[in-house]
T-cell receptor, first 113, second 115 residues
Framework: GNSVTQMEGPVTLSEEAFLTINCTYT??????LFWYVQYPGEGLQLLLK?????DKGSNKGFEATYRKETTSFHLEKGSVQVSDSAVYFC????????????FGKGNQVVVIP | DAGVIQSPRHEVTEMGQEVTLRCKPI?????LFWYRQTMMRGLELLIY????????DSGMPEDRFSAKMPNASFSTLKIQPSEPRDSAVYFC?????????????FGPGTRLTVL
């Protein structure tokens, strides 16, 4: 079935550093891809999305490009802030009409002032 | 519009007690999902409904867990009897069919502690 793999372990970096979180997927067909963010004490919320190959999703300075050839959807931000400290989840839809999403395990990002 | 509403936000109970978690999806949404989040297992899908009908409950850990959706605006997740290993944050999410990218909207979660 459809699945998502995120890089292992938390990510700790200094303010204004460059952030990359890797995400690769396995899917049949042409899924939509998402990044969700979970701030401390809150539920997940959609950060950005891409619905077809070569699409770039962007929001709040974050970007991710749907790469079909490498089955990847890596999240990047050029200059992180302390307020970006959160857990980031990669996800994909299975497009079988059931609105179901497959989530990765999530990556804790800690930005130090 | 109000988002997904969950209650209670925090629940502390003793082992063996019945626990009921509640969810009100976004008005007009026809899919509802229950998730559980723990440090060890991450985010797990427990069950989901379409038009109030359970579609897939294969993620429900055992018979102690049950979920209902009596109408389009309300769902419950019940644990009876509760055990310490059920301690987790439980999320409800809803979405709208027919939207190509299937975005799910999450509630704030219920943090359950079973002593």
């Amino acid at each position: 079935g459809n699945s998502v793999t995120q890089m292992e372990g938390p990510v700790t970096l200094s303010e204004e550093a460059f952030l990359t979180i890797n995400c690769t997927y396995t899917a049949t067909g042409y899924p939509s891809l998402f990044w969700y963010v979970q701030y401390p004490g809150e539920g997940l919320q959609l950060l950005l999305k891409a619905t077809k190959a070569d699409d770039k999703g962007s929001n709040k300075g974050f970007e991710a490009t749907y790469r079909k050839e490498t089955t990847s959807f890596h999240l990047e931000k050029g200059s992180v802030q302390v307020s970006d400290s959160a857990v980031y989840f990669c996800a994909l839809s299975d497009r079988e009409g059931n609105n179901r999403l497959a989530f990765g395990k999530g990556n804790q990002v800690v930005v130090i002032p | 519009d109000a988002g997904v509403i969950q209650s209670p936000r925090h629940e502390v109970t003793e082992m063996g007690q019945e626990v009921t978690l509640r969810c009100k999806p976004i008005s007009g949404h026809d899919y509802l999902f229950w998730y559980r989040q723990t440090m060890m297992r991450g985010l797990e899908l427990l069950i989901y409904f379409n038009n109030n009908v359970p579609i897939d409950d294969s993620g429900m850990p055992e018979d102690r867990f049950s979920a209902k959706m009596p109408n389009a605006s309300f769902s419950t997740l019940k644990i009876q009897p509760s055990e310490p290993r059920d301690s987790a944050v439980y999320f409800c999410a809803s979405s709208l069919a027919g939207v190509a990218y299937n975005e799910q909207f999450f509630g704030p979660g219920t943090r359950l502690t079973v002593l």
